[in-house]
């Protein structure tokens, strides 16, 4: 793959590096006109391949929290058409890498030394790059090492990225109104979160301690000695990215097994430590030669406040949604209902919620849950299709939700579509056992 000696930081330089890709989107809308009449059955499939495939190119040379949001957006199966979440993903593990001089010149920036210099061995070549750092295979005193370092100026370009992306999602995701500014500052905070490697380091510390009791579930050590705001060294952990995992025949039991651990880790996570690894996307776990789950990269942690914690949690209980006064209440603390709603939008705004989290809370409901069940995932399309296309909730005066919703249900939803790619059929109060 061709490696990159450069990285753009400058407003300027970034922003005309997308208004050259918007030109390119222009220019396959214009193909996709004349394709609706020459070829209408692949028009719009072409059309949307065509503009994944531009605009993920335009991001992968720019990397940062521009590249990191489409790494987000990959995680939205239900949202996006198939061939952005396809083209999207690749952000998760597989872009441009930095090359071997610029490589060299980090390392001599912000630990003082060249990196050949502080390990025996260093390959120069990374052996994974995402959007916000690349890893690098290392060895010291017999000890396999995996070296991450963050590209150059990332977390200088985070505010700028965002307000160049902000009229996209804005339209995206029918925020309105000067409240929609909470949302921006909750992803712009988290973004600069992970860029600060020294606390990644701490939370991984303290998660990997947290956690260390659940079966079958591993975690790297960390080296504070070699690490920085910049660079993190921690242990080379052996295995295959879940994605790769999942991707080919499994022992079905194997991978139940697994789905379990992964589904003990992020209850524990939420109901005991109510700080929860909110990036469960597949290049962040692996799996090991003997089935044991890997988890990896702690850069993003979402802390659950108790003020939003117990109604969302309540509404997870199948009672809460028998009982409409207390559905109400509960949706009204989460932000979902509004003081200046009319009667006719509350009415409507709780009947569409009521059915939305019926279906997405179902799981809750069951002493088990298999989440390879397609009947389930039909009525998610379904539920979504919906949302995007419901011409009434786009006309209401206001955005809908905490801001703690961003992360938290980007996490269940990461979460789910794991164990629907692992087919895990889960006990659903397993993790109770290890508290």
């Known amino acids: 793959m061709k490696t990159l000696d450069y990285i753009p930081t400058g407003k300027i330089e970034r922003a005309g590096k997308l208004m050259s890709t918007g030109v390119k989107i222009g220019g396959n809308y214009i193909k996709y006109i004349g394709d609706k009449i020459t070829d209408p059955e692949n028009a719009k499939e072409n059309f949307d391949e065509n503009n994944a495939a531009d605009i993920y190119n335009g991001l992968k040379s720019l990397k940062g929290s521009a590249l990191k949001v489409a790494q987000m957006l990959s995680m939205e199966k239900n949202l996006l058409p198939g061939a952005y979440v396809e083209k999207f993903s690749l952000a998760q593990f597989s872009v441009p890498p930095l090359s071997g001089p ?116 591993k975690f790297p050590d960390y080296y504070k000695d070699f690490s920085c705001d910049k660079i993190l060294t921690m242990d080379w952990m052996s295995g295959i990215h879940l994605a790769q995992y999942t991707s080919k025949q499994n022992d079905p039991q194997e991978s139940n097994s697994i789905g379990q651990t992964l589904w003990d880790f992020y209850m524990y996570q939420m109901h005991v430590l109510k700080r929860v690894h909110a990036d469960p996307h597949p290049g962040n776990f692996l799996v090991d030669s003997s089935g044991n789950l890997i988890a990896i990269d702690f850069g993003c942690i979402k802390d659950v406040p108790e003020d939003f914690y117990v109604p969302y949690f309540e509404l997870a209980q199948k009672e809460a949604m028998e009982d409409r006064d207390f559905f109400i209440d509960k949706i009204t ?103």
């Open 102 to 217: 610029l490589v060299r010149k980090t390392f001599r920036k912000y630990l003082g030394e060249y990196p050949e210099t502080i390990f025996d061995t260093f390959e120069s070549e990374s052996v994974n790059a995402a959007s916000i750092g690349q890893v690098h295979k290392a060895t010291l005193n017999g000890k396999k090492l995996a070296v991450k370092i963050q590209y150059p100026g990332v977390a200088n370009s985070i505010s700028s990225d965002l307000t160049l992306v902000k009229p996209v999602a804005t339209r995206l995701f029918n925020l309105k109104g000067k409240d929609s500014e909470k949302y921006f500052k909750e992803v712009e905070g988290k973004l600069l979160e992970e860029t600060n490697y020294t606390l990644e380091l701490e939370q991984s510390k303290s998660m990997t301690e947290a956690c260390l009791h659940i079966p079958n579930l």
């Open 333 to 435: 603390a989460l932000e979902i209902l509004r003081p200046d709603d009319s009667a006719k939008d509350s009415a409507y705004i709780t009947d569409l919620f009521h059915e939305l989290l019926g279906v997405l809370t179902f799981p809750f409901h069951n002493e088990t849950f298999d989440f390879s069940d397609e009947i389930f995932w039909g009525k998610v399309a379904q539920m979504s299709e919906r949302l995007s296309k419901d011409e009434q909730l786009r006309k209401l005066n206001g955005n809908r939700g905490s801001r703690h919703f961003l992360y938290i249900n980007r996490t269940f939803f990461g979460l789910y579509n794991l164990l629907h790619d692992l087919k895990s059929n889960v006990v659903v109060d397993n993790y109770k056992k290890f508290i």
